[in-house]
């Protein structure tokens, strides 16, 4: 099976090689790509470095500046697309992602277009958020599915994997989002287009290292997002 993950990162030169690893660990098949989006923490270096030692699994594409999460993804795409991978999965560098997950995912879009991770398939699994988060993100999970009528129970999921045909059918290249918005849009995508989507449990643990990239301003630009995404389709 061919799969890899695209992994943006911007100041991430705590969590990266941790992520590498344990990556290698529970899918040791699995390619990489690095999306560094010129992060003046070092990520890209170390990115670099990474690639060297296993160029045969690792490879880093470097962005010019920091464009926001959706265009890192687009031109990992791109990329990724230019080459035989049957399967292209996305997920965070932050550690919030655990690859412990990955077989479940393997396993599951053998059936499907698109398989998500799930925070919220088996209740609520969440480490280390406090109230007022957990009450947002299930606040937003709400609101994406009242908007869009996507039946998902996590729709603004950022751990996800697609079968090559499900991703090239969408025109990811197209989305209008740049922000994690994008995450919502490539999903709302799909669902319209009657890929079968998939579900699987995921625990969400949030980042020990490095800043959140989550504020007031992805907030606001998500509720607009979301609305903009209805009007459109």
């Not at 025109?171 to 989507?197: I, M, P, T």
């Not at 509720?223 to 389709?233: C, D, I, Q, T, Y």
């Amino acid at each position: 099976m061919r799969a890899i993950v695209v992994v943006p990162t911007y100041n991430e030169l705590a969590n990266l090689e941790t992520l590498v690893q344990k990556l290698k660990q529970y899918a040791p098949d699995l390619h990489v790509m690095i999306v560094d989006d010129n992060s003046p923490d070092g990520t890209g270096k170390l990115a670099d470095e990474l690639c060297a030692a296993e160029p045969e699994r690792i490879s880093v594409l470097h962005r010019e500046r920091k464009e926001g999460l959706g265009r890192a993804y687009v031109e990992g795409f791109k990329e990724v697309l230019k080459k035989d991978y049957e399967y292209i999965l996305q997920m965070d560098a932050d550690l919030s992602h655990d690859p412990v997950h990955l077989p479940d995912f393997f396993a599951n879009i053998q059936n499907h277009d698109l398989v998500v991770g799930s925070r919220y398939l088996k209740g609520i699994s969440v480490v280390n958020w406090d109230l007022k988060r957990l009450a947002m993100s299930k606040l937003a999970s709400n609101y994406v599915r009242s908007i869009t009528r996507m039946p998902f129970t996590d729709p603004t999921s950022g751990f996800n994997c697609w079968r090559r045909e499900a991703l090239e059918a969408i025109s990811f290249q197209n989305a209008f989002s740049s922000g994690y918005v994008f995450l919502v849009e490539l999903k709302y995508k799909a669902f319209r287009k009657r890929f079968r989507v998939g579900e699987v449990p995921i625990i969400f643990i949030e980042r020990k290292s490095g800043d959140s990239k989550m504020d007031w301003a992805v907030i606001w630009e998500a509720f607009w997002g979301v609305l903009r995404l209805r009007l459109r389709h």
